[in-house]
Structure formats: structure tokens, C-alpha cells
């Protein structure tokens, strides 16, 4: 069984690494079950293992964190539903690249709760919604907004960190950073497409739609 938790107000980022480092230490001894933590954290930028300096902005504009996550830079804040997910990847499969689809597809699945379509894009971390009221790009295609990201950590096939998804950030954060090192295309929320989802709407469906896309991960690897 996952144990599922909701931290309330805003998770001090450095306290919450460490207790979720803590949580997956214990999961890889068999000392507590998994867990999926939602939670939002106040204003700050994180940087993954593959963050390039350039690509940090404006550094004194909030409080950068360098962490052991793959990708670059994000940013984390109110109105953002951050998920850390701590699962045994041992028993699903022991493939990383599966398991990532998966989270992928549980975001996607998500979405589609709202009647929004999520996409991936080779190349492109996270998931993309296409924005054809923003004209088109210089090479005729459509414009595409980020609206999840994804990064973890594995340790002892157990995983860390995870997947933040935009309810209703401030938008206009993301400038300080080029957000995962990709510079030709925007982010937006649920709000920013003109949807009134609230966090505690996403959590449910998050919720509702996990059990169906690990069960998916168990039978083959997710396209």
C-alpha cells in the first residue's frame, strides 16, 4: 500500500529534502511503506545534476537550491502542486525509463481529468500542451507550454523528488530561470487555460488515477 500524505501551508524546501530523503532510506530497509507527499513549497529554484549556470537568470531573485534530482533548473511555489514520490522501482520492473513514462502517463491521465491534453515531446522533459491561441512558432508549428515537470532520484531503487504540476502559480517566477534549460518554449497552468482547478481538484484526480497507470507499468512499459 502507498501511504499517501497532504503537508499543509508551505513546506520549508532544505526540512522537507531531508525528511524525504529520510522516507526513502526507511522504504529501502523495509522500515515504512511508500509514500506520496503533495504539498507546495514557497518561492525558490531548484537545480538538478544537469543545471548549466547560464541558464540561471536573475540568482538573488529567490533562494536557489542545488539538488540531487535529474534535469535543470525549475522552480517550485505557491499554487504548484509538488508530488514526491517515494516508490520501490524494484517491484515494478527495475526500469527507470519505464517507470518515468509511467509518472509521465499518470500526469497525462491527470490532465485529461480536465479535459486538458498532455503531451510528450522527445527531447523535452516533462509534459506539453499545445497553445494554438499563441499563433505560431517562427518554424510554423504550434506553440507549446509547459504544464509538469519531472525529475527523481533513485537510491537503492527506491525514488525521491518527483513531479510538479502548475495549478495556479505566478507564472511570471519562471523568468527568473531558463526552466529546464529549454528557451523556445513557455509554461502555464491549469488557470493559464482557463480552467478553475483548484489543488485539492488535482489531488483527487491524481489520486483516482495512480492505481491505473502503476497497473499499466506492470504489464508492459507505457508508451
Known amino acids: 500500500m502507498v501511504e499517501w500524505s497532504h503537508l499543509p501551508g508551505l513546506s520549508p524546501y532544505a526540512e522537507t529534502l531531508a525528511a524525504m530523503e529520510a522516507r526513502a532510506t526507511a522504504i529501502s530497509r523495509g522500515e515504512a511503506p511508500e509514500a506520496i507527499w503533495l504539498l507546495e513549497h514557497p518561492p525558490l529554484y531548484t537545480a538538478g545534476t544537469s543545471a548549466r549556470a547560464e541558464d540561471l537568470v536573475d540568482p538573488d531573485r529567490f533562494p536557489v537550491f542545488p539538488v540531487g534530482r535529474g534535469g535543470q533548473y525549475t522552480y517550485h511555489g505557491p499554487g504548484q502542486r509538488v508530488v ?5 522501482v524494484s517491484k515494478r520492473g527495475q526500469d527507470v525509463r519505464c ?3 509511467a509518472l509521465e502517463n499518470w500526469v497525462i491521465d491527470t490532465l485529461a481529468e480536465f479535459n486538458v491534453k498532455g503531451e510528450i515531446r522527445p527531447g523535452r522533459v516533462g509534459v506539453w500542451v499545445q497553445r494554438p491561441d499563441k499563433g505560431l512558432a517562427p518554424d510554423g508549428s504550434v506553440r507549446e507550454d509547459k504544464i509538469a515537470a519531472i525529475g527523481i532520484k533513485l537510491r537503492r531503487w527506491v525514488s525521491f523528488h518527483g513531479i510538479s504540476i502548475n495549478v495556479e502559480p505566478d507564472l511570471g517566477h519562471f523568468s527568473g530561470i531558463v526552466p529546464c534549460g529549454i528557451r523556445d518554449h513557455g509554461v502555464t497552468s491549469l488557470v493559464d487555460l482557463g480552467l478553475p482547478v483548484t489543488l485539492a481538484d ?4 491524481l489520486i483516482r488515477c495512480f492505481d491505473p497507470a502503476m497497473a499499466r507499468l506492470g504489464t508492459a512499459c507505457p508508451t
Open 99 to 101: 517507470f518515468v513514462r
Open 202 to 205: 488535482l489531488d483527487a484526480a
Open 84 to 88: 514526491y514520490v517515494m516508490l520501490d
